[in-house]
């Protein structure tokens, strides 16, 4: 069986590697994709816990993010086409249309 710790290693890492991307990209597609995949490491810290300790809390509590983040994903599409027929673009620093 697989210690709790190497769960934890791999969503630690995967949670900051995607932080990274967040910060240095600048297509609005690929950030919604990296919020995406912040979420399975926190999902999958979530479920390492709910194993070790037993309790199914966790894993109840992963559905609900995951359907938050079905919703966000639909939304976050949404605007991200829409500000692509405005702007013909989808790069973060050209998207100014929010702005007085």
Do not use: H, P
Not at 1 to 21: K, P, Q, R
Not at 52 to 79: H, K, P, R, S, W
Request: charged share 10%; with cysteine; proline share 0%.
């Amino acid at each position: 069986m697989i210690e709790i710790n190497y769960y934890l290693i791999v969503s630690a890492l995967l949670f900051c590697t995607v932080v990274i991307g967040v910060l240095v990209r600048r297509n609005a597609i690929i950030i919604f994709m990296c919020i995406e995949l912040m979420l399975n490491a926190i999902n999958l810290t979530l479920v390492a816990f709910s194993s070790y300790l037993g309790n199914i809390n966790g894993q109840i509590f992963v559905f609900i993010v995951m359907t938050v983040a079905a919703a966000e994903a639909a939304v976050g599409l949404a605007i991200v086409i829409s500000l692509f027929r405005n702007k013909e673009s989808v790069n973060i620093d050209e998207i100014n249309i929010l702005k007085w």
